[in-house]
C-alpha cells in the first residue's frame, strides 16, 4: 500500500501512527505544502490520505492559501472509497470538506484528557479495542460542526466532536492519538513557549503527567492507529470488490 501524508507544519512526527504504517508495509510520500510544496493532483498514486495538525485554523487561507485545494483533496479520496485520515487540524479540515461550519478559538484543550465514545463509536471499527473511554493527547483550540451524513463516534466536555466517520474509511479525530511518548516529549522541547503561553505550569507538571497518563494515551494511540491501516484497501482490492 502506498500511502500520501500531508505536513502542514514542521515538526509534526508520526508516532503511533508511522508504527502502525511501518507495520503494514506500507509506502509513505509526505507532502509539505506549507513550505511551498504541492499537493497530489489526484488519487492514482496513492491508496490513502493522512492529513496531519498545525497551528494554522482550517479557514487561514489568506496565510496558507493551499487549505481549500487540501480539502477538496480529502474529499476526492473519499469520495473513491479510498482511506482518509484527518488528526486535529485534519480532522477540522475534513469537517470543511463537508461544507460545516469551523468553530474558531471556543474549544481548549491541552495535553492528556479522557475522551468517550459514543454508541456508534463502540461499534465502530477504528475504536472498537479502546474501550468506552480513553486517555489521549489532545492540542486544539478549534472545532467543528458535525458534517451531514457523518456517524459521531466520541466526545468529551470540552469538545464534542471529537471524532467522526463519513463513508467506509474516512475518519477525523480531533485528539492526537498519534502523539505517543516520544512525540509529546519532542513537542515539550520544541513548543517550550507556546506551551507555556497555551497552558501555564504545565511544563513544571509533565514528569507527573507521563507517570500518570502516558503509558495509557500510548497504548490507546496504536491501538487506534493499527485499526485505521487496517481500513486501507489497495486500488487492486477495490477493484475486485468493485466487480464482485
Given at each position: 500500500?502506498?500511502?500520501a ?7 509534526t ?10 507495520e503494514?508495509?506500507?509506502e509513505?510520500d ?11 493532483k489526484?488519487?492514482?498514486?496513492h ?9 494554522q485554523?482550517?479557514?487561514?487561507d489568506?496565510?496558507?492559501?493551499y487549505?481549500?485545494e487540501l480539502?477538496r ?5 473519499e469520495?473513491?472509497?479510498k482511506a482518509?485520515?484527518?488528526?486535529c487540524?485534519?480532522?477540522q479540515?475534513?469537517?470543511r ?22 454508541d ?11 474501550g468506552d473511554e480513553?486517555t ?5 483550540s478549534?472545532t467543528?460542526?458535525?458534517p ?8 468529551n ?6 471524532a467522526?466517520?463519513?463513508?467506509r474509511?474516512?475518519?477525523g ?14 513537542w515539550r522541547?520544541e ?13 513544571q507538571?509533565?514528569?507527573e503527567?507521563?507517570a500518570?497518563?502516558a ?17 486501507i ?12
Amino acid at each position: 500500500m502506498r500511502v500520501a501524508i500531508i505536513e502542514n507544519m514542521n515538526n509534526t512526527p508520526l508516532g503511533a501512527l508511522g508504527i502502525a504504517l511501518e507495520e503494514a508495509g506500507a509506502e509513505i510520500d509526505l507532502f509539505r505544502p506549507w513550505d511551498g510544496e504541492a499537493l497530489p493532483k489526484d488519487t492514482l498514486s496513492h491508496d490513502a490520505l493522512v492529513v496531519l495538525g498545525g497551528e494554522q485554523s482550517a479557514r487561514d487561507d489568506h496565510t496558507h492559501p493551499y487549505l481549500p485545494e487540501l480539502a477538496r483533496l480529502m474529499r476526492l479520496f473519499e469520495s473513491e472509497d479510498k482511506a482518509v485520515l484527518g488528526i486535529c487540524l485534519g480532522s477540522q479540515l475534513l469537517a470543511r470538506a463537508y461544507e460545516a461550519e469551523n468553530r474558531l478559538g471556543i474549544a481548549h484543550e491541552f495535553g492528556w484528557k479522557t475522551v468517550g465514545l459514543t454508541d456508534e463509536g463502540r461499534a465502530d471499527p477504528l475504536l472498537a479495542d479502546v474501550g468506552d473511554e480513553f486517555t489521549i493527547f489532545q492540542w486544539h483550540s478549534d472545532t467543528f460542526a458535525l458534517p451531514a451524513g457523518a456517524v459521531h463516534l466520541a466526545a468529551n466536555g470540552v469538545t464534542r466532536n471529537q471524532a467522526f466517520r463519513i463513508g467506509r474509511a474516512t475518519y477525523g479525530t480531533q485528539f492526537h492519538f498519534e502523539a505517543n511518548a516520544a512525540v509529546v516529549d519532542r513537542w515539550r522541547s520544541e513548543f517550550k513557549e507556546s506551551i507555556e503561553r497555551n497552558e501555564p505550569g504545565w511544563l513544571q507538571k509533565y514528569p507527573e503527567f507521563v507517570a500518570r497518563y502516558a503509558a495509557a494515551a500510548e497504548t490507546a494511540g496504536l491501538a487506534i492507529a493499527r485499526a485505521w491501516v487496517k481500513t486501507i484497501e489497495t486500488q487492486e482490492e477495490l477493484s475486485r470488490a468493485a466487480q464482485a
